[in-house]
């Protein structure tokens, strides 16, 4: 990745490599986040969830499902969906956006946005009394 910002003086060429060095160990993830939309009653998405989770669970199963989940407002509310995907292209995650049977019978309405993971963490703990293992 590489950042240039415009500005008058030296200083510029002394940034662009700070911002290189700094960045050049980076994730550089590529992934692609799918905001979900509701454009029907409540009632035709709940109908077709049980299809829908069924499907989120095939994709997770083949790797190419990154996280799911409802997004709420602040108040509470539902506001739609967020999924994120492992795909080699937006082509690749619009097809697999597509074959979402909330996408395709009409209810939910999507966009499709990439996005490079480069900084982030998570940890992983595993108790051996009872075999568990919660990512924290």
Not at 8 to 34: E, F, I, P, R, W
Not at 56 to 79: C, H, N, T, Y
Request: hydrophobic content about 40%.
């Amino acid at each position: 990745m590489r950042i240039v910002r415009k500005s008058k003086g030296s200083g510029n060429a002394d940034v662009t490599q700070t911002v290189q060095q700094m960045t050049q160990k980076m994730l550089g993830k590529q992934l692609y986040v799918v905001h979900t939309t509701p454009v029907a009653p409540r009632e035709q998405i709940m109908a077709l969830l049980p299809a829908n989770l069924e499907h989120q669970i095939k994709l997770e199963k083949a790797g190419i499902m990154f996280g799911a989940r409802p997004v709420v407002s602040e108040d509470g509310s539902a506001a739609g969906g967020l999924i994120v995907i492992r795909a080699a292209s937006f082509e690749a995650a619009k097809k697999i956006a597509d074959s979402d049977p909330l996408h395709k019978a009409g209810p939910r309405s999507y966009r499709i946005r990439q996005w490079t993971v480069n900084e982030g963490c998570y940890s992983r703990r595993i108790n051996y009394s009872d075999q568990s293992v919660t990512i924290e």
